[in-house]
T-cell receptor, first 113, second 114 residues
């Protein structure tokens, strides 16, 4: 069965610093991978998704993620953090039949001035 | 605003009771997904409907049931409530039959069972 592991329930960075949120997945078939973001008191919204077209995926708000099959990873990065990036970030993977989406436990990103 | 509407936003009830959560998907979306978010379990997929038919089932308890109506709105019914059912329940919609397409989430219904 597919699963997602997000390393670190909380990540703290300073404004302007590099953001790196880690995600490792397990899947028996090439998966579709996603990053969703949840701002306080809101629902989740899609940041970006990997669908095998390109290993480096660019998303909204300057975020990008790289699919590394050898490492079964899909880490999310942003070169320079902004205060508005403070939110909870979820990595997600499809199952082998692409019928369900399994989310990781989430990583809360804290940005300090 | 995602275009997905969930009601009620907050609900407080007692153990043993039954509640109904309602979801109106984005205009044109045929799929509705229900997720439960709690501190200990994270975001858990419950069930998906596509154009009125059950499409996929996740970790949904037998005490819970859902349906999607002809106008495409969906309801999640939770019965014989237990303290552990306290959680944020999200509805999401999409145009596709699968979650490969982007899911648009509502703001959630927060259920507190006392």
């Amino acid at each position: 069965a597919q699963s997602v592991t997000q390393l670190g329930s909380h990540v703290s960075v300073s404004e302007g610093a590099l953001v790196l949120l880690r995600c490792n997945y397990s899947s028996s078939v090439p998966p579709y991978l996603f990053w969703y973001v949840q701002y306080p008191n809101q629902g989740l919204q899609l940041l970006l998704k990997y669908t095998s077209a390109a290993t480096l995926v660019k998303g909204i708000n300057g975020f990008e993620a790289e699919f590394k099959k050898s490492e079964t990873s899909f880490h999310l990065t942003k070169p320079s953090a902004h205060m508005s990036d403070a939110a909870e970030y979820f990595c997600a993977v499809t199952d082998s039949g692409y019928s369900t989406l399994t989310f990781g436990k989430g990583t809360m990103l804290l940005v300090s001035p | 605003d995602s275009g997905v509407t969930q009601t009620p936003k907050h609900l407080i009830t007692a153990t043993g009771q039954r509640v109904t959560l309602r979801c109106s998907p984005r205009s044109g979306d045929l799929s509705v997904y229900w997720y439960q978010q709690s501190l200990d379990q994270g975001l858990q997929f419950l069930i998906q409907y596509y154009n009125g038919e059950e499409r996929a089932k996740g970790n949904i308890l037998e005490r819970f049931s859902a349906q999607q109506f002809p106008d495409l709105h969906s309801e999640l019914n939770l019965s014989s409530l237990e303290l552990g059912d306290s959680a944020l329940y999200f509805c999401a919609s999409s145009k596709s039959t699968t979650p490969v397409a982007e899911l648009f989430f509502g703001e959630g219904s927060r259920l507190t069972v006392l």
